[in-house]
């Protein structure tokens, strides 16, 4: 199997939730702990995330909102953003 690596280029989703005022870090626990993130794109796929799975306090993969693949804008067919998670 052939597998092609590329670099990414965007912002930490968890730096837009911090933006946005979303519960993370210290304050994400208990009640908080069912809190979540649904990213829908646009073809219509879903994709639900646990807050603990976007925050660096409990989880060490880095998900990253993409603009750019390789140092070029992502297509129209992948863009304008692209959500990419690490590992």
């Known amino acids: 199997m052939i597998v092609t690596q590329h670099a990414y280029t965007g912002v930490p989703v968890n730096e837009i939730l911090n933006l946005a005022g979303v519960t993370t870090g210290k304050q994400l626990r208990g009640k908080n702990m069912a809190k979540y993130l649904l990213a829908i ?17 409990f989880n060490d993969k880095q998900v990253i909102l993409a603009e750019k693949m390789d140092g070029k804008p992502l297509t129209s067919d992948k863009g304008p953003f692209q959500l990419i998670v690490s590992g």
């Open 41 to 57: 794109a646009k073809d219509g796929y879903k994709v639900v995330f646990s807050l603990a799975e976007l925050d660096s306090v």
